[in-house]
């Protein structure tokens, strides 16, 4: 799904995404989901520069039922890889990759052609399949 990544799209691109996995038969992974795709728009929305003919923020969102995981993948336009920070306790900012990596059972990010892609991997629960999550590639165009 291309979007224009402010701040106003992001409960609508939860209430999708929510409908989706309950759609494919995952809903138990509703809350998970939603909350780390939450972090990863709002990534985007803090760090892609706007589009200086439309104004817009475009990024990419991927959700990608997997066996025995699924995958969500934002794919923005600035080619700033983000890191595991530790913020100070009194900052506003700087904890989402902590809380995607509390959340998820992996995630990363790795340089695109058009900028870079920030992914997590969370297990369907009950899933037999011998391949781990945290090993599935990612689902992105190749270059």
């Known amino acids: 799904m291309d979007l224009d990544a402010v701040?106003?799209?992001?409960?609508?691109?939860?209430?999708?995404?929510?409908?989706?996995?309950?759609?494919?038969?995952?809903?138990?992974l509703?809350?998970?989901?939603?909350?780390?795709?939450t972090e990863l728009l709002a990534?985007?929305?803090?760090h892609t520069l706007t589009?200086?003919?439309?104004?817009?923020?475009?990024?990419?969102?991927?959700?990608?039922?997997?066996?025995?995981a699924l995958n969500v993948c934002v794919r923005d336009h600035s080619r700033v890889l983000p890191q595991l920070n530790s913020p100070r306790l009194d900052a506003e900012h700087g904890r989402g990759l902590r809380l995607l990596a509390a959340l998820a059972d992996g995630f990363g990010c790795a340089p695109a052609p058009d900028g870079k892609d920030?992914?997590?991997n969370?297990?369907?629960?009950?899933?037999?399949?011998?391949r781990?999550?945290?090993?599935?590639?990612?689902?992105?165009?190749?270059?």
């Open 30 to 37: 509703t809350d998970r989901v939603t909350l780390g795709v």
């Open 7 to 28: 701040p106003e799209a992001v409960p609508v691109i939860r209430s999708i995404v929510g409908a989706h996995l309950r759609l494919w038969g995952v809903a138990e």
């Open 51 to 68: 589009d200086p003919h439309t104004g817009a923020r475009h990024a990419r969102l991927t959700v990608t039922l997997l066996p025995g």
């Open 118 to 120: 920030v992914w997590a």
């Open 132 to 143: 781990s999550p945290t090993a599935t590639p990612l689902h992105r165009s190749t270059p």
């Open 122 to 130: 969370f297990a369907i629960p009950g899933a037999n399949t011998d």
């Open 43 to 46: 990534n985007a929305v803090r």
